[in-house]
């Protein structure tokens, strides 16, 4: 099977612009789940879907949301980018999201740098 | 809060030593607790995870032990190699029924030849 896949790997953004990323999870696997990855911050969970539902959310602002689609692919977009938001983005798939204890695949990420 | 603390922050182990990483958790519910090893530039991979119905597993050079009344989980490398160099990522689920892993702040590991 193909791996989670996340486009694009990189982008440059100014602050105040908008951006989407996308994320493509392993065949079959219905939960999705985006990290925010940074030097100081570590790995932070952003949100969890499951089934084009949104099931959990870290401590975000509202700024950063995200959707999901009847094929299980993913995106979350960022508003009013912010210099902060520079990081890496990671999304990661499972097959069914019932179980907290399911193992979670890494996508490559993507690198969002905010000017 | 939620939160998992991860010690030391690096560790620089000769080849052929042993490396142990350890990690505490504040939320007595949280029941999984995978270990991922970042390489630099690339995404983080499962090396190693434990239940916690499991106080330890082991996967040929590696190892996890997990002390649930204490709340801290350890992973431990044998004869460690110029390849495990690495940054390594503790985390645990906090919620059930959801996918919500909640990591440590990462320990970067160097093997010195």
């Known amino acids: 099977k193909a791996g989670v896949t996340q486009t694009p790997r990189y982008l440059i953004k100014t602050r105040g612009q908008q951006v989407t990323l996308s994320c493509s999870p392993i065949?079959?696997?219905?939960?999705v789940s985006w990290y925010q990855q940074t030097p100081g911050q570590g790995l932070q969970f952003l949100f969890e879907?499951?089934?084009?539902?949104?099931?959990n959310k870290g401590n975000f602002p509202g700024r950063f949301s995200g959707r999901q689609f009847s094929n299980s692919r993913s995106e979350m977009n960022v508003s009013t980018l912010e210099l902060g938001d520079s990081a890496l983005y990671l999304c990661?798939?499972?097959?069914?999201?019932?179980?907290?204890?399911?193992?979670?695949?890494f996508g490559p990420g993507t690198r969002l740098l905010v000017l | 809060g939620e939160n998992v603390e991860q010690h030391p922050s690096t560790l620089s182990v000769q080849e052929g030593d042993s490396a142990v990483i350890k990690c505490t958790y504040s939320?007595?519910?949280?029941?999984?607790f995978p270990w991922y090893k970042q390489e630099l530039g690339k995404r983080p991979q499962l090396i190693i995870d434990?239940?916690?119905?499991?106080g330890e597993k082991k996967d040929q050079r590696i190892a996890v032990t997990l002390n649930k009344t204490a709340k801290h989980f350890s992973l431990h490398i044998t004869e460690t190699q110029p390849e495990d160099s690495a940054v390594y990522f503790c985390?645990?689920?906090?919620?059930?029924?959801?996918?919500?892993?909640?990591f440590g702040q990462g320990t970067r590991l160097t093997i010195n030849p």
């Open positions: 065949s079959g696997h219905r939960s």
């Open positions: 434990i239940r916690s119905n499991v």
């Open positions: 879907y499951f089934s084009e539902t949104q099931r």
């Open positions: 990661a798939s499972s097959p069914w999201g019932h179980r907290s204890e399911e193992t979670q695949y």
């Open positions: 939320d007595s519910a949280s029941n999984y």
């Open positions: 985390a645990a689920t906090l919620i059930q029924g959801a996918q919500k892993l909640v």
